[in-house]
């Protein structure tokens, strides 16, 4: 029998991903997804314990524990526990140690290993899965991500024909900003808000709002600068991601060259020995399609995703938009809890009654528990993507969130406003390792290839570089989007930012540098591997002079002819000159000469012309130097 991977496994002995995942690691057979394949021996003991489980048997009681068949007993156990969560074991039936299963006493039969197994198994799934049975699973959120015209809403557009529900009769279905999919493996919604919502100004906005991100790259075009992007954003937001390499049907598709391409983004797909999902599709044909659908589901089992639909509400606004005749229409999608009509959300700070609320398909609903989009009709001003919505009981709390929002607010504001950095945040904390996280652009993959590889070398033990994104170009929108919200600094070689570009680094706080000398750069990367604040420069004395006779350059103007009486004198320092007690001029020292030659610096006791730059500087003028010097922190 050849290898076999984990899911088509499941789904041939009928059990759930998640139990076969539970019985290897109680087996300790190491894995890296559902689609890592298993060698003919473990499948053969996985075969045993299911049916050891299947066997069943009755609860043990007292003294019997270690007496009795080991496997039936705790399977017991275990089975109790799947049916019953809240229920505690009886008392006759003391929740088996795996250590206790597996060591019978001399009387009892020998248990078989895959019996033992079994009974660690079962006892490490009693004991792991009681507290989190409570909380139901809910269905997983996902969004498609990718480089322009790779077909991203060719492929939604596929799966929302072939998978969404016929329309309620009535409902008139229109744009939600994300619908929801029956598949055979279950429900599946969907974001399908145009340019990467749900990864730039949604989580810009600090909303999580997707579980799984889908990265299409067309299999004639393979990996281009937004599927960049839409891996580094995915990333930034440690969702998992699936390669779904698109367009196979054209006759050109190459779908080995963008695997092989995927590796130089360290995304190692599995069949090559890593973990990353690859799978190819047509969203012209449908080929692949299921599969990839199948994968999404299997993430999701993985991810084991969970929301209590009797918790407290709370959701994230996907879109909104004020139609002119029903007014501001919102797209909420409910991630904990559930939203009734009639109940009063808070977003930012307004808040609105719910009047109405319809689903994806646009037909009326009257509740939406967690993982559903609803269009909401009720708030006053339109909310902005990325919000995050709460509930309140009533219109008096409503208002009262809204008076605590409102004050927390202007208490940050003020806050930021005279914010002195901690210790902490200058040097990041002192036992961890800290990341400094950067944004590349270059003019060429030669200058992005040099500039990383000096940065590899610049990591230490302290300090992570953790380059999310490098690319050629400038930097664009998206770039800052994901700077904000991963709190990276831009840094650019060679390339300059838009006005436009540049505009919002500055509302968002992101700092977006330029460099042509790339020794510069590194120097940046220096300052922030020290402690990523802005440098503190501080005034150091450096020496005096005395004018003592005024020296007129056609091209320079007035040189003052000085002795250095104290200290020494460098071009380029600051220099302060003081007539009597009078502080009559500052400026920089922009020349310094010995004879007829420009020099560096001067020291004390030596003639010097000074130019100032300034032409009213007189005999018996003193003239102070001083440097500014970065404080080392
Ligand atoms: N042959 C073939 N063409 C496809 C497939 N998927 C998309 N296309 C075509 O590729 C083009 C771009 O597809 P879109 O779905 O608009 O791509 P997109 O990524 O959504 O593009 P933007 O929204 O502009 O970023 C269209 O002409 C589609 O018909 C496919 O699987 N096979």
Redesign the pocket.
């Known amino acids: 029998m050849s290898k076999v991977r984990i899911y088509t496994l499941a789904k041939d002995l009928g059990v759930d991903n998640q139990k076969l995942l539970e019985i290897l690691d109680s087996l300790g057979v190491v894995y890296k997804s559902v689609s890592s394949t298993l060698d003919e021996d473990t499948v053969e003991t996985i075969k045993e314990i299911l049916a050891a489980e299947a066997a069943g048997g009755t609860p043990a009681q007292p003294g019997t524990a270690t007496q009795g068949a080991p496997a039936t007993d705790t399977t017991d156990a275990a089975t109790e526990t799947d049916a019953a969560p809240a229920a505690a074991p009886t008392p006759a039936a003391p929740q088996p140690t795996p250590k206790d299963d597996v060591t019978p006493t001399p009387a009892a039969p020998t248990p078989t290993p895959a019996q033992a197994a079994t009974a660690s198994h079962a006892a490490a799934v009693a004991v792991a899965e009681a507290p989190a049975r409570e909380i139901p699973h809910r269905s997983p959120v996902v969004t498609i991500m ?10 939604l ?1 596929y799966i929302r024909k072939t998978k969404v529900a016929a329309k309620e009769a009535g409902g008139i279905t229109q744009h939600v900003g994300a619908f929801e999919a029956q598949t055979s493996k279950g429900r599946i919604v969907f974001i399908d808000t ?1 340019g990467h919502e749900a990864f730039t100004t949604i989580r810009a906005r600090g909303a999580n709002v997707a579980d799984i991100a889908i990265i ?1 790259v067309a299999a004639d075009d393979s990996i281009m600068p937004q599927t960049r992007e839409a891996i580094a954003h995915a990333q930034a937001a440690k969702v998992p991601l699936i390669v779904a390499i ?5 006759p050109q598709a190459d779908v080995d060259r963008v695997k092989t391409d995927l590796t130089m983004v360290n995304l190692v797909p599995e069949e090559f020995g890593g973990d990353t999902v690859v799978v190819p ?5 449908g080929e692949g399609v299921e599969d990839l659908l199948e994968y999404i589901s299997l993430t999701a089992e993985l991810e084991d995703l969970r929301a209590d639909p009797n918790g407290e509400f709370s959701g994230v606004i996907i879109e909104s938009k004020v139609d002119r005749q029903a007014g501001v229409l919102a797209t909420v999608m409910v991630q904990e809890g559930t939203i009734n009509v009639g109940d009063f959300l808070v977003v930012g700070e307004t808040y609105g009654k719910i009047k109405a609320m319809t689903d994806s398909l646009g037909g009326r609903i009257k509740s939406a528990g967690p993982s559903t989009p609803v269009q909401v009709l009720g708030f006053s001003e339109a909310p902005v993507s990325g919000d995050k919505v709460a509930s309140a009981s009533n219109e008096h709390a409503a208002r009262e969130k809204v008076a605590v929002r409102v004050d927390t607010r202007r208490t940050v504001e003020e806050a930021r406003a005279q914010r002195k950095l901690s210790l902490e945040e200058m040097m990041g904390s002192l036992v961890e390792v800290r990341e400094v996280n950067l944004i590349l652009r270059a003019d060429t993959q030669g200058s992005v290839e040099a500039i990383q590889g000096i940065l590899a070398k610049k990591e230490s033990d302290d300090v992570k570089l953790n380059v999310m994104l490098a690319g050629i170009g400038a930097p664009t929108e998206g770039d800052v989007l994901l700077a904000s919200t991963a709190e990276a600094t831009i840094l650019c070689f060679s390339v300059t930012a838009s006005g436009a570009v540049k505009k919002v680094a500055d509302q968002k706080g992101v700092d977006l540098k330029s460099f042509r000398i790339i020794y510069e750069l590194i120097d940046e990367v220096d300052r922030l591997i020290k402690g990523n604040v802005e440098p503190v420069f501080e005034e150091k004395y450096l020496g005096r002079a005395e004018v003592r006779m005024l020296i007129k350059h056609p091209k320079s103007g007035t040189i003052a002819g000085s002795y250095v009486t104290d200290g020494s004198f460098k071009r380029n320092a600051k220099a302060k000159v003081t007539r009597g007690k009078q502080v009559v001029y500052e400026g920089t020292i922009v020349g310094l000469k010995r004879f007829k030659d420009d020099v560096r610096e001067v020291q004390t006791g030596y003639e010097c012309g000074i130019n100032l730059d300034w032409n009213d500087v007189m005999e018996g003028d003193i003239i102070e130097a001083s440097e500014m010097v970065e404080v080392q922190q």
């Not at 599709?281 to 044909?285: D, F, I, P």
Request: net charge neutral.
């Open positions: 990718g480089h322009v015209d790779h077909g991203k809403t060719s492929l557009d145009p299409v698109n367009k196979v049907d054209l599709v047509s969203a012209k044909t």
